[in-house]
């Protein structure tokens, strides 16, 4: 699933924003889409949001654990007809923003940060000769071989990793679309991928670490996300240790009731994929934390079942205060651990974990 917590950024720019441009006038995500890697890493000018995503669980030499997250977000401002590269550079087709989190879970501190620019003196942009996406000192680039460079400096924390993949990408829903909502009008290109060996330096406020682990990848676009009647998400991805992996996605709906377009994707250990439907799984609040700052309560442990597989198992949150309190938006983005039993044997992993809508609902991604 994801994303688009730029709502934040957004409302920080609205000075620059003219009137928008009527839906139709932007691509929409439509079956069949044809995928091409390295092609598709990059950006989809034709549609209005996009945003590449990625989290990790990184340990130094001592097993000291840290999660982060950094994310790219792109808002559409100007559609496809509209774009002229050979305009002012005052007149940009679209917002730059980014989000950046580290979770020192042996410390118990979280810290995050956000960037936001209009990039029209070169200082945040998308696909410029090995950057896919930065936001000034933040950036997403190619590595060799296929691999990804990520690197971000904030006041408490800093990343500079080297991501490889471990396997393919992995194209979430049917035919190419990942549908959103019941009512088959909102919908993304969307995928995934799960495993990269993760090597680099994490800083905190007071210590610089070498680290290592694995990191998990979100690309997605689309020019409409949520419903009239949807005001959020939980989304969850999980590696579990026999290299199989897991995501999750629930679209929430006013009055506290899921979406049935609701779905995830299992990827076994040998790459295979399997499609879950809402019916499939079911995923049951255990235990609840109130944020201080907004006042959200966000559930953080989590009873999941998938009923074809009879796997089950608890998501349980490595620090419970993980809230990104980002004004006018809050939403909660952490490391988390997960146990439980398949046929036969137990299973063990760690994931990320995002909720949305819990502060106030996400009204403005449906447009």
Same mark, same amino acid.
């Given at each position: 699933m994801r994303r688009l917590p730029w709502l934040a950024a957004w409302s920080t720019f609205v000075v620059v924003l003219t009137a928008s441009a009527p839906p139709d006038a932007w691509n929409r995500a439509e079956p069949g889409f044809a995928y091409e890697f390295p092609r598709d890493h990059a950006i989809h000018h034709g549609f209005k949001t996009e945003w590449w995503y990625f989290t990790g669980n990184l340990f130094d030499?001592?097993?000291?654990?840290?999660?982060?997250? /950094?994310? %790219?977000?792109?808002? !559409?401002?100007?559609?496809?007809?509209?774009?002229?590269?050979?305009? &002012?550079?005052? #007149?940009?087709?679209?917002?730059?923003?980014?989000?950046?989190?580290?979770?020192?879970?042996?410390?118990?501190?979280?810290?995050?940060?956000?960037?936001?620019?209009?990039?029209?003196?070169?200082?945040?942009?998308?696909?410029?000769?090995?950057?896919?996406?930065?936001?000034?000192?933040?950036? /997403?680039? %190619?590595?060799?071989? !296929?691999?990804?460079?990520?690197?971000?400096?904030?006041?408490?924390? &800093?990343?500079? #990793?080297?991501?490889?993949p471990l396997g393919s990408p992995v194209i979430h829903g049917?035919?190419?679309?990942?549908?959103?909502?019941s009512n088959g009008e909102h919908a993304s290109h969307y995928y995934s991928v799960p495993r990269l060996a993760t090597t680099g330096e994490l800083r905190t406020a007071r210590e610089e670490f070498a680290v290592h682990g694995e990191s998990w990848f979100d690309h997605e676009w689309a020019t409409n996300q949520l419903a009239a009647e949807q005001i959020g998400w939980n989304w969850l991805s999980l590696q579990w240790q026999d290299g199989s992996a897991l995501m999750l996605y629930e679209m929430r709906l006013a009055g506290g009731k899921i979406d049935p377009a609701s779905s995830g994707t299992l990827i076994r250990s040998d790459g295979s994929t399997q499609n879950l439907s809402s019916s499939s799984f079911e995923i049951t609040p255990l235990r609840r934390w109130r944020s201080p700052r907004s006042g959200a309560i966000y559930p953080v442990e989590w009873k999941v079942k998938l009923l074809g597989e009879q796997i089950e198992f608890t998501v349980r949150a490595a620090l419970d205060d993980q809230e990104l309190s980002l004004a006018p938006v809050a939403y909660w983005e952490g490391a988390v651990d997960a146990a439980g039993s398949a046929p036969g044997r137990s299973i063990k992993g760690r994931g990320y974990l995002e909720l949305t809508g819990y502060a106030a609902p996400l009204r403005e991604l449906g447009k």
């Open positions: 030499a001592h097993g000291r654990r840290f999660g982060y997250e /950094l994310t %790219f977000f792109r808002q !559409g401002l100007r559609p496809p007809n509209e774009q002229n590269p050979e305009r &002012s550079r005052f #007149l940009v087709s679209d917002l730059k923003f980014a989000h950046f989190a580290v979770t020192d879970v042996n410390g118990r501190k979280f810290s995050y940060e956000q960037k936001t620019s209009r990039g029209a003196f070169g200082e945040a942009g998308f696909d410029e000769d090995r950057r896919i996406a930065w936001v000034e000192d933040w950036s /997403l680039s %190619f590595g060799p071989s !296929g691999s990804f460079e990520l690197a971000a400096t904030s006041a408490d924390a &800093s990343i500079k #990793l080297h991501l490889s049917t035919d190419g679309v990942s549908q959103k909502s």
